[in-house]
């Protein structure tokens, strides 16, 4: 579909602006086009805004289990 064909364009700018690898890039494009307002991971910086709609949470981060 037209969506999955630009899921790896998304990521790849993610990738670009926000220096993540290829594959949190992909985790949080395939996120924000599910319309996502949180993602938790152990490897993207706690409290990351991306693109104005998904906030990251670390699940390493103090506190926070």
């Not at 996120?31 to 805004?49: N, P, V, Y």
Request: proline share 3%; with cysteine.
């Amino acid at each position: 579909t037209e969506r999955a064909r630009l899921l790896p364009q998304c990521a790849n700018r993610l990738q670009c602006t926000h220096s993540k690898s290829a594959h949190n890039a992909m985790v949080a494009a395939a996120a924000l086009d599910a319309g996502c307002q949180r993602l938790m991971s152990e490897s993207i910086q706690d409290g990351l805004l991306i693109q104005g709609k998904l906030r990251v949470y670390n699940l390493s981060r103090p506190g926070l289990a």
